[in-house]
Structure formats: structure tokens, C-alpha cells
T-cell receptor, first 113, second 114 residues
Framework: NAGVTQTPKFQVLKTGQSMTLQCAQD?????MYWYRQDPGMGLRLIYY???????DKGEVPNGYNVSRLNKREFSLRLESAAPSQTSVYFC????????????FGQGTRLTVV | AQSVTQLGSHVSVSEGALVLLRCNYS??????LFWYVQYPNQGLQLLLK????ATLVKGINGFEAEFKKSETSFHLTKPSAHMSDAAEYFC????????????WGLGTSLAVNP
């Protein structure tokens, strides 16, 4: 009954370092998403994958890359971290295309110093 | 373009009082509408959703919302607030033209006072 699993839960990076946030879902959903959440700004979509084999930019894609590794997994990569990327990151998956809803992971709290 | 407006970024109620969180949307086609709740340091979880069946939708933890097409609203209510309802609440809209993306409101932080 795992749902959406994100790793790691916490991370501190130095400016310029790179890292990959991992996300996996076990609900056989076609669509997956990466959001960032900052105080007062709600959820902002970074990238999404409407179906396996496709990825598209969201509202705030600069500084990020994604890989839809297979139907289950969708990773987010920061190539050269900047302090402006300090945020809480959420992965989600959904069956919206067939009348369902979105499910969220527990989040990754990232600090870039 | 679709949008979601949540009126009031912070709402404070007394324990036992009515909770009313407002959400207005714009959509050129019939939408699906959602309310999600986020407790501190957790991810978002679905409270309830409207998908063109009954206009009054009941969700978890005693919450309900009514879809009013004429007012383009989907306000969330609970008759009697409990301390455990203190959280961030997000309204979201989806339709088939969104390429499977939800459009989110900015959220409303609900405080419940003893």
C-alpha cells in the first residue's frame, strides 16, 4: 500500500552540486508530476509526464531536468543547485485521464547553501 | 485559460464553529474539481472531488463541498471545526484539455482556536 514514494526526505546541498530526487508509484498511473512548494506560492509544476515516454515543461522548469525511467519511476535532477532552488519538492501521480485523482508523495525538503 | 482562486489565504475559526473555505474557478468546459488537505510536514491528500455526478460532494473527516455552476464556485464546508482540522487546504481544477495537469489555487491555511 505504498502509493507514491519519494527519496530522500531531506537533503542539504552546496551551491553548484548536483542531485537526483527519486519517485516511484505502484498504482499503475500513466501520469506523473514534480512540484515545488514555497511559502505563499502554492504548488508550482516543474515538469510532468502525461504518459510513459513523454515529458513536458511545467511553469518553472529552469534549472531542472527529468527522466521518466518507466511507468513507475519519474526522477528530477538538479544539475547545478542554486539557493533559489531551496524548497519542498513533491512528486505525484494520477489517473486524471480516466476520471481519477492525483496522489502525492511525502515530499523532499531541499536546502541549498 | 483555466484558473482557481481561493479567497482568503488565512482563515481562523473557533473549535465547534462552521468552517467555510472559498474556491472559485474558471473553465471553458465542464471541470473536475478537487479539494486537497496538507497537514504540517506531510504531502497532500484528497478530501473530496466533483466529477459531474451529484453537485453536493461529501468527503473525509466531515467535509463537504457544493458545485455551483452559475457561481463558478466549489466552496468547502464543515459544520463543526475540530482542532485536528488545522491544515493547509488546496482547491484544484482539471478538464480534459489540460493534458492531465491540475490547476491549483494558492491554498488557504486554516487555524482552529480552542
Amino acid at each position: 500500500n505504498a502509493g507514491v514514494t519519494q527519496t530522500p526526505k531531506f537533503q542539504v546541498l552546496k551551491t553548484g552540486q548536483s542531485m537526483t530526487l527519486q519517485c516511484a508509484q505502484d498504482m499503475n498511473h500513466n501520469s506523473m508530476y514534480w512540484y515545488r512548494q514555497d511559502p505563499g506560492m502554492g504548488l508550482r509544476l516543474i515538469y510532468y509526464s502525461a504518459s510513459e515516454g513523454t515529458t513536458d515543461k511545467g511553469e518553472v522548469p529552469n534549472g531542472y531536468n527529468v527522466s521518466r525511467l518507466n511507468k513507475r519511476e519519474f526522477s528530477l535532477r538538479l544539475e547545478s543547485a542554486a539557493p533559489s532552488q531551496t524548497s519542498v519538492y513533491f512528486c505525484a501521480s494520477s489517473s486524471l485521464g480516466t476520471g481519477g485523482e492525483a496522489f502525492f508523495g511525502q515530499g523532499t525538503r531541499l536546502t541549498v547553501v | 485559460a483555466q484558473s482557481v482562486t481561493q479567497l482568503g489565504s488565512h482563515v481562523s475559526v473557533s473549535e465547534g464553529a462552521l468552517v467555510l473555505l472559498r474556491c472559485n474557478y474558471s473553465s471553458s468546459v465542464p471541470p473536475y474539481l478537487f479539494w486537497y488537505v496538507q497537514y504540517p510536514n506531510q504531502g497532500l491528500q484528497l478530501l473530496l472531488k466533483y466529477t459531474s455526478a451529484a453537485t453536493l460532494v461529501k468527503g473525509i473527516n466531515g467535509f463537504e463541498a457544493e458545485f455551483k455552476k452559475s457561481e463558478t464556485s466549489f466552496h468547502l464546508t464543515k459544520p463543526s471545526a475540530h482542532m485536528s482540522d488545522a491544515a493547509e487546504y488546496f482547491c484544484a481544477v482539471y478538464n480534459a484539455g489540460n493534458n492531465r495537469k491540475l490547476i491549483w489555487g494558492l491554498g488557504t491555511s486554516l487555524a482552529v482556536n480552542p
